[in-house]
């Protein structure tokens, strides 16, 4: 029988697939934005591509003359978020099955040339709580971060 491990990786690294198919596998690292607050479940991604961090419907900004553009289509944008919400709903089903704690917010970070992957995960409320703040603020937050600490 499988372990909720395992489970749990290869949700995580279908959303990292997904985001790799989207950008056709041209980036340097693929960001995974995963909320999943009193039953409201959001995503987002983003990519650093030639030094440059852009969110996804902004890819062709990152890119150097002649490269090949991507399709940044609002359809194929959407099609990435629902497989993203998709396995963070199973995530949260899983979670339940095994009775552990699903993480309110899930960042997850993947290095494409060096293979490496990595996640960050909260329990606490992220933004349910804030009168002003969305799940979409919180991701936006992260890009900002990100995008000025690439000194």
């Given at each position: 029988?499988r ?13 990292i ?9 041209r980036?340097?690292k693929?960001y995974v934005?995963?909320?999943c607050e009193?039953?409201i479940?959001?995503s987002?991604?983003?990519y650093l ?9 902004k890819l ?11 399709d940044?289509?609002?359809e ?6 629902d497989i993203i ?9 899983l ?6 704690d699903m993480?309110?917010?899930m960042k997850?970070?993947y290095?494409?040339k060096?293979?490496?992957?990595k996640?960050?995960y909260k ?7 804030d009168d002003?703040?969305?799940?979409h ?5 992260w ?5 000025n600490?690439?000194?």
């Open positions: 029988m372990e909720f491990e395992d489970i749990f990786s290869e949700l995580q690294a279908d959303m697939s997904i985001c790799m198919e989207y950008v056709e596998d980036a340097d693929v934005y995963a909320s009193e039953g479940i959001s987002s991604f983003f591509i030639n030094n440059k961090y852009v969110k996804s419907h062709n900004d990152a890119l150097e003359n002649g490269e090949e553009r991507y940044v289509s609002t194929r944008g959407f099609m990435v978020l919400n998709e396995n963070t709903e199973k995530i949260k089903v979670c339940k099955e095994y009775e552990r993480p309110t917010e997850l970070i290095d494409v060096s293979g490496n992957f996640a960050e329990y606490d409320l992220v933004y349910t709580n002003i703040k969305t799940a603020h919180i991701a936006n937050e890009f900002e971060e990100l995008k600490n690439n000194l």
